[in-house]
C-alpha cells in the first residue's frame, strides 16, 4: 500500500526558478493538504482542497499556487522561489475534510533554496 | 488564541523506563486530538484520535488519555524503536477544520 507519495523527495533550486511538487494518494481519500515544516515553527498548513474541484488558503499561502488535478492528485507550485522557502513541505489526506478523521502524511519533500 | 504546547521538549529514557508526554491545549471547543509518530526524515504517523475528556486508546506500548485542558501518552516499558518525536494536533470549533500542530516531544530510548 503505497498511501500518499511524494515527488521529489529532494530539490536544490535557485532563488527565482520554478518548481512544482507532485503528490498523489491511493486511498480514495476527498481531502488533500499541504504543509511546511520548519525547526521551530512545527506544522503549517499552505492550502488544501475539501474535495476535488476546490482549494483553500492555510495559515501560510503567500509565495504558492496549488492544483487538485483531480481525486488522487494535489499539486504545489513555486512560481519564483525565495530562500524563505527552504523547508520540508508534506502531503497529507484524509477521507473527509472533518476532524473525525486523521490525516495520512506521505515523507516529504525536501527543498533548498540558493 | 488557540494553541498547542507540548512537554518536555526531548525526553531520553533507558529501556524499559515508563514515562508520559504532555500536550496542552487551548481551543474553543475541541472537536478531536490527535497523536502522531515522526521518525527522521519520515512523514507524521497517526498514531490515535480523542474526542472527549476521560477517553483512552491503546496501542501496544503506547496508552492515550485526554482531559478538558490536556493529553498525556504514555509510553511502558519502552524500547529503543520508540524512539522518534511524538506529535499532538487538535481540531477546535473556531478552527474551520483545520489542525493547530504542537511543535513535539523528541523522545530518545537507550538500549
Known amino acids: 500500500n503505497a498511501g500518499v507519495t511524494q515527488t521529489p523527495k529532494f530539490q536544490v533550486l535557485k532563488t527565482g526558478q520554478s518548481m512544482t511538487l507532485q503528490c498523489a494518494q491511493d486511498m480514495n481519500h476527498n481531502s488533500m493538504y499541504w504543509y511546511r515544516q520548519d525547526p521551530g515553527m512545527g506544522l503549517r498548513l499552505i492550502y488544501y482542497?475539501?474535495?476535488?474541484?476546490?482549494?483553500d488558503k492555510g495559515e501560510v499561502p503567500n509565495g504558492y499556487n496549488v492544483s487538485r488535478l483531480n481525486k488522487r492528485e494535489f499539486s504545489l507550485r513555486l512560481e519564483s522561489a525565495a530562500p524563505s522557502q527552504t523547508s520540508v513541505y508534506f502531503c497529507?489526506?484524509?477521507?473527509?475534510?472533518?476532524?473525525?478523521?486523521?490525516?495520512?502524511f506521505g515523507d516529504g519533500t525536501r527543498l533548498s533554496i540558493l | 488564541e488557540d494553541q498547542v504546547t507540548q512537554s518536555p521538549e526531548a525526553l531520553r529514557l533507558q529501556e524499559g523506563e515508563s514515562s508520559s508526554l504532555n500536550c496542552s491545549y487551548t481551543v474553543s471547543g475541541l472537536r478531536g486530538l490527535f497523536w502522531y509518530r515522526q521518525d527522521p526524515g519520515k512523514g507524521p504517523e497517526f498514531l490515535f484520535t480523542?474526542?472527549?475528556?476521560?477517553e483512552e486508546k491503546e496501542k501496544e506500548r503506547l496508552k492515550a488519555t485526554l482531559t478538558k485542558k490536556e493529553s498525556f501518552l504514555h509510553i511502558t516499558a519502552p524500547k529503543p524503536e520508540d524512539s522518534a518525536t511524538y506529535l499532538c494536533a487538535v481540531h477546535g470549533a473556531g478552527n474551520n477544520r483545520k489542525l493547530i500542530w504542537g511543535l513535539g516531544t523528541s523522545l530518545g530510548v537507550n538500549p
Open positions: 482542497s475539501a474535495s476535488e474541484g476546490t482549494t
Open positions: 497529507a489526506s484524509s477521507e473527509w475534510l472533518t476532524e473525525r478523521g486523521p490525516q495520512h
Open positions: 480523542l474526542y472527549s475528556a476521560g
